[in-house]
T-cell receptor, first 110, second 112 residues
Framework: QQPVQSPQAVILREGEDAVINCSSS?????VHWYRQKHGEAPVFLMI?????EQKGHEKISASFNEKKQQSSLYLTASQLSYSGTYFCGTDQGGSEKLVFGKGTKLTVNP | DAGITQSPRHKVTETGTPVTLRCHQT?????MYWYRQDPGHGLRLIHYSYGVKDTDKGEVSDGYSVSRSKTEDFLLTLESATSSQTSVYFC???????????FGSGTRLTVV
């Protein structure tokens, strides 16, 4: 089942922080985060594995609450280059396939 | 970076005609995926493959078939294209080191 992302859209000024949430009704084995710029392919940011292991990407971080079946992506001191649509992808049982949320559109203005 | 290419990049076809999209990878990855992306729906899995001749359905597989006769190629076929299959199609491979997906550049398909 498709995870639910919130908010659907957020507008920031450069230097501000943002949090994007991803929640699932099913138990999660792992959560992926991707960023997609307009007209381009999604790009992998990081993966969070059941058991707490995290693999990160530069200045963006994330958390994974297995009990609540939720993950949050934290963007601190946002830059113009952070603009894009962020997707979480969930693996609901070690099935080697991801189900993606509908995305959160992030706009960073000067 | 994994090498993954999709062809064609753009295609316009008529309702009822068969269409085949190709995904080619150069890194010998076992797992390959086909997703479609539509406004308001995000990325939805059509089919995926876990090896040569090993494929399985995703959440929106009706009207699509796939084949993988070689490790490097994963083909998506629309047997009889419909307007509801107008979409952007992305192929992806799963990395070995960080398990993240690498997506191809996408194919924009328009069914008229």
């Amino acid at each position: 089942q498709q995870p639910v992302q919130s908010p659907q859209a957020v507008i920031l000024r450069e230097g501000e922080d943002a949090v994007i949430n991803c929640s699932s009704s099913k138990a999660l084995y792992s959560v992926h985060w991707y960023r997609q710029k307009h007209g381009e392919a999604p790009v992998f940011l990081m993966i969070l594995l059941k058991g707490g292991e995290q693999k990160g990407h530069e200045k963006i971080s994330a958390s994974f609450n297995e009990k609540k079946q939720q993950s949050s992506l934290y963007l601190t001191a946002s830059q113009l280059s952070y603009s894009g649509t962020y997707f979480c992808g969930t693996d609901q049982g070690g099935s080697e396939k991801l189900v993606f949320g509908k995305g959160t559109k992030l706009t960073v203005n000067p | 970076d994994a090498g993954i290419t999709q062809s064609p990049r753009h295609k316009v076809t008529e309702t009822g005609t068969p269409v085949t999209l190709r995904c080619h990878q150069t890194e010998n990855h076992r797992y390959m995926y086909w997703y479609r992306q539509d406004p308001g729906h995000g990325l939805r899995l059509i089919h995926y493959s876990y090896g040569v001749k090993d494929t399985d359905k995703g959440e929106v597989s009706d009207g699509y078939s796939v084949s993988r006769s070689k490790t490097e190629d994963f083909l998506l076929t629309l047997e009889s294209a419909t307007s509801s299959q107008t979409s952007v199609y992305f192929c992806a491979i799963r990395g070995r080191s960080n398990y993240g997906y690498t997506f191809g550049s996408g194919t924009r398909l328009t069914v008229v």
